[in-house]
């Protein structure tokens, strides 16, 4: 290991979990490209300074919510229904997303637009949307259902085998102690969303090797690639029970 990647894995818990999971995925693999991408990577997260200069010069965009309420229409034949249910590439509640990550659920579209996450309806939908709108939407959802601040209960303690887990796959470090306050917007909360939906979620980061379904992410890819299939369902199953933040709030069409 080269020692400024050492250096980096050294330092202070968040950002070291997420090297050791990367790490093996790029140490292993002979590609040069790659090597260089990561390499660039590293330092550009060492220096978010580097990292402003690196980007190029582009307009920003600010979500707004009133705007976004009337561009959700796509939206909420799915997730503005309590319990509903896709069906590709498995039966699953589709997910909580009121309440959610404004900055997340920007990603998550983004990621969709891109193919880097492939499920169909998700795509096109996506594609047909601008950053602007990506913004408007996201915005809407993050403060949709969330009027006022809410105070959750202390999360109930794992059982053993499942907290062994959690602290293989280093959850916190990302998600935050109680799932639900993340290290950074960009990232989701999960605690209380459908432990279904965030089974199928983990299959499809550690299983992106179908042309229709899957997510290409490569620090929770080398995550659930730790993890047997039962294990997934036991972290997602517990997750799912803890108190949050996230909702389906139903609309007028639907009640």
């Known amino acids: 290991m080269p020692q400024r990647w050492k250096e980096w894995y050294d330092r202070p818990s ?3 979990e ?4 990367m790490l093996p995925l790029v140490v292993s693999t002979s590609s040069w490209t790659i090597l260089q991408f990561t390499d660039r990577l590293f330092l550009l997260w060492y220096s978010p300074d580097s990292l ?3 980007l190029p010069a582009q307009a920003q965009v600010t979500g707004d919510a009133k705007a976004g309420e009337g561009k959700v229409a796509m939206c909420i034949g799915c997730h503005g229904i309590v319990g509903y249910q896709s069906s590709f590439p498995e039966v699953y509640k589709v997910p909580k997303i009121s309440g959610q990550n404004a900055k997340y659920i920007e990603v998550v579209l983004d ?6 996450r492939k499920h169909p ?3 096109g939908i996506a ?3 601008s950053d602007q709108d990506i913004a ?3 915005a809407y959802y993050g403060q949709h259902g969330s009027d006022k601040a ?3 209960p202390a999360p109930r303690e794992p059982g053993a085998q499942v907290a062994a887990l959690l602290q293989k796959g280093a959850c916190v470090s990302c998600h935050g102690d109680n799932f639900s306050k993340s290290i950074d917007p960009s990232y989701p909360k999960l605690a209380g969303q459908h432990a279904d939906y965030l089974y199928a979620a983990l299959k499809a980061y550690r299983d992106n090797a179908n042309h229709t379904w899957g997510r290409g992410n490569p620090v929770m890819a080398g995550m659930a690639k730790q993890f047997s299939t039962p294990e997934l369902k036991a972290m997602a199953q517990y997750i799912g029970s803890l108190p949050g933040e996230l909702k389906t709030i139903p609309q007028s069409r639907f009640r």
């Open 14 to 16: 968040g950002v070291r």
């Open 18 to 21: 997420v090297l050791r999971l």
């Open 52 to 54: 402003a200069a690196s």
């Open 111 to 116: 990621a969709y637009r891109k193919g880097d």
């Open 121 to 123: 309806s998700m795509r």
């Open 127 to 129: 594609t047909s949307l």
């Open 136 to 138: 408007d939407v996201a």
């Open 150 to 152: 809410v105070d959750l």
